[in-house]
Structure formats: C-alpha cells, structure tokens
C-alpha cells in the first residue's frame, strides 16, 4: 500500500514541495524502510527529532516534526504544532479511515474495561457476529490472537490492524494515555462506553480532574451517529451523562434504577454467583451469571445496553451472557487440594482491589489472605489506601514485589515495610513466588488466598520458583 506525500497531507492542509511515494509511517527510526514518512514524536523518555537522522539513514523520505530545525537534510521536514495528532490523522490516511467498514465501540473508564470488552465480544460472537478486540490481554484480528503491547495499541498499528481486520465489529479498550496521545482521534466510534473513574495513572494526568477531563474526550470520537453509554454508579459517571447532555450528545446511561432510562438496573444479588434483574422497555428480565462479584454486574449491564443499542433482542443478549465464562487473571478462581480456595485477580487501583476483595471475602468461609504485589514507576500516591484497603478486608496480608522496571529492589522493599508498619497482620516477602508458597502452606479448610496486581501477566522479573506467572506458581505449589 502507498500513498503520496501530498495526498496524506491534505487533510492537514499542507503541501509538501515536491510530491513523494510513501509507503509507510512509523515513529520509530529503528523500524524505518525504504520510502517510509518518519514522524518524529517528542515522548516521555526520548525525543524523536533526535533519531531524524537515523531515520533517514535507514531510508526515510520525509520527516514530520515539531521543533524548527536548521539542519539540511537530504529530504523534505514538514513542521507541524502537535506530532502525535498529526501521527493520527496520517496513520489514518494512509490505511484509508479503516473505522468507516466497521461498526466501532470504545470502551474507557478506570477499572472494568476488560472485563466489558470480552462480555461484548462474547455477545457478539455469540449471536453469529464477526468480531475484533483489542486491549489489554490480547488482541484478536479475523480469529486471530495477537500478542498486547499496549492496552491501545499506537496510532499506526491500530490503524494497520483495522484495516487488516475484516470483522463487521471491533470492540476496543480505550486507554487515558491512548486518548491523550491521540492513538485515537476524530470520530471513530459507533459508541463510547464510559465504565468509572477512580485513583489511577496520577503520576501521569497529575489529578483526578485531569484525568477526568481525558476519558471524557473519548466522546468527542463518535461518528456523527454516535452514541455514549455512560455508567452512572458513581459521581464522575453522574457528572459525565450530565456533561454530556447539556452537550446534546446522545447517552444513555447504566446504574441504579432511576426510571429515566428504556433500559435499567432494577436489583442484583452477588452471592453465591451474581443474578441481575433489569427492566428493558417495561419487561422484566433475569440474568444468571456464571462470574462474580459486584463490579462484573455494572460491566454486565453496560454490556447488556451496547448490545441491545446494537440491535440485538432482550433474549440474545442474556442467552450470551449466561454463557459468558469469564477472562484469564480476573477472578480466577483455583480449587485447592484442601479444599480452600486461590483467586487471582488484576486488581491495580483501590476501588478495583475492594471489588476484588469483597468478592474474595464473600467466597471465603473461613479466613482471607491477601498477597499483594507493587509494581514501581507508577501511581505510588495509591499505595497507601490500597495498603489500607487491604487489611481492611484480610486476616493476613503479605506484600511483595511486581515489576521494577528498573527501580532498586531495596528502595521498593524499603517502601513495603514502611507501608506494613502500622498494621500487625501485615508480612514482607521480597519473592513473588516465595510469598506464594508461603501463604499456600498456611491455607486450611475453607480459607481463601487472593493474588492481585498480575492477573495472567507474565513474570518480568526472576523469582526462585521458574514460573511464568501467578497461576503457574500456585500450580507448582500444588504439585510439591
């Protein structure tokens, strides 16, 4: 596939001075080929106009750019205000606006946006539909499983895999820094889901009104017959419906029944598995699920809503979702040789870890263990309410370490027991499968161990048990 260097510029309303064939766009100088268009992004840890020349060394035609350069290069340097908008919109150019033959749902908010985006595809899927998914775990393409380097893939290989994907659907999550850096921009989506918003990705967006502001720029992607799917179960879902309503965007919301809405919430129970009752346009409808825990009932009836938006009936959807089986790393459930039980769950955010362990605690017969790693160079303003939260809910709690990602292994270990101090039924164990092992043999009869921070994750850094991740560990546990 190629392009001319005018015909991708059009839309920005450039013009190069010559016209040149492109026959890729990429960011990364180290991935150039002959005849590519190298964008030179300014990042959080390197800045691209550094590698201009690199890149035309490795075969750039042209380079776009935001700094004014008065170095001469060999071939033409566009400079633009904003690079990664621009990324954007050429990205989407060059694979010819892929968005347009696909029916697209973005799905954001601070937790559930995994949990939500597998429901939908299951639902689909399941009444005959083709679909995409991308995010997190894994990204799905014509059937395809494809490895997740990010949550929102950048601008570039989102758009090369929509174009690739020949799916009628795509179901993607939608990352606050995929908003941020336009890795999505312009109107896209079909429809916007908007899960919550609590404590994350601080060290990023700096306060919660910021990332706020954000995630609600997702709705500024809608296609013109567009349509919000906002969760009003909390105060920044309550503010958003209300946000976007004096903007006259089309919403419809999900959260406790209120009556205004077609499609409601009307009761759920959570314990032993979670039941749902809805009112959808006068009817009442029952739900049976196979997961658990509260959380899974708002993504569920987000679910629910997208899906009936969509077109399908009342019946389809619920037949699906009844069927729906649950996701690798959220709530996982493990039965153990005495009969106690281990759960593994991606909890990483202090409402997403008291959903988690409310859940864990009402499965529990007897006494609840928490093993919970940190992760470093992230949110550290979290910690200590998670810390809090934690014990709130365990009998027993051991904290341990996730990825380092390049910080001391003592400055972290250093930071647990200055977090466990207050609390007596708080333990430092510095290897992950160490902790692991030790908590398993504490296990009796009906006690319950969760495992958070991971989920299906795969291990980065080396432990004494060579296990790839959380379940395998306990596994081998097992096996001893």
Not at 406 to 435: F, H, Q, W
């Amino acid at each position: 596939m190629n392009k001319t260097l005018n015909a991708l510029l059009e839309p920005l309303d450039l013009k190069g001075e010559e016209d040149i064939i492109i026959t890729g766009i990429q960011l990364d100088s180290r991935k150039i080929k002959e005849g590519n268009l190298f964008v030179a992004v300014t990042g959080h840890e390197s800045d691209g106009h550094n590698f201009i020349h690199s890149a035309i060394t490795n075969g750039a035609v042209a380079v776009i750019g935001e700094k004014h350069i008065t170095d001469k290069w060999p071939v033409p340097y566009i400079q633009v205000e904003d690079a990664r908008k621009v990324l954007s919109i050429l990205a989407n150019c060059f694979y010819d606006m892929p968005h347009h033959k696909h029916k697209m749902i973005g799905i954001t908010g601070t937790n559930g946006k995994t949990t939500t985006s597998y429901m939908l595809h299951h639902i689909l899927e399941h009444n005959g539909k083709a679909v995409a998914r991308l995010g997190t775990v894994e990204y799905v393409i014509n059937g395809d499983k494809r490895e997740s380097s990010l949550t929102t893939p950048d601008a570039i290989l989102l758009q090369q895999m929509l174009h690739e994907s020949e799916d009628e659907y795509v179901v993607m999550e939608v990352s606050s820094h995929g908003i941020d850096q336009y890795r999505v921009h312009g109107p896209m989506f079909d429809y916007a889901l908007f899960t919550n918003l609590s404590h994350e990705h601080l060290d990023y967006h700096k306060d919660l009104e910021n990332y706020y502001h954000t995630k609600k720029r997702l709705f500024q992607c809608l296609k013109n017959e567009g349509k919000g799917i906002v969760g009003t179960y909390g105060s920044w879902g309550e503010r958003l419906q209300e946000e976007l309503a004096e903007e006259l965007v089309p919403t419809t919301s999900f959260g406790q029944a209120t009556g205004s809405e077609a499609i409601y919430l009307k009761s759920y129970e959570t314990v032993p598995n979670v039941r749902i009752v809805i009112q959808d346009n006068g009817e009442e409808h029952v739900i049976h699920m196979k997961i658990k825990g509260e959380h899974n009932v708002y993504n569920a009836i987000g679910s629910y809503i997208c899906a009936r938006e969509i077109g399908l009936s009342s019946r389809e959807v619920i037949e699906a979702l009844e069927t729906f089986q649950g996701i690798p790393g959220r709530f996982e459930t493990i039965e153990l040789p005495n009969n106690a039980k281990a759960f593994i769950d991606y909890a990483h955010t202090p409402d997403g870890l008291q959903y988690a362990l409310k859940t864990a605690k009402e499965c529990t017969e007897r006494d609840l263990y928490h093993i919970f790693g940190f992760r470093a160079k992230r949110d550290c303003s979290k910690r200590a309410t998670m810390v809090e939260i934690s014990q709130s809910f365990s009998d027993y709690v051991c904290l341990t370490l996730d990825d380092l990602n390049g910080t001391k292994k003592e400055d972290m270990l250093a930071e647990l027991k200055e977090l466990s101090k207050p609390y007596p039924n708080i333990k430092v164990v510095d290897d992950r499968t160490e902790a692991i092992a030790h908590v398993l043999s504490l296990l009796k009869k009906g006690d319950g161990l969760i495992i958070t921070g991971k989920g299906p994750e795969a291990y980065k850094e080396e432990y004494r048990y060579q296990t790839r991740n959380d379940r395998a560990t306990i596994l081998a546990c097992i096996k001893e």
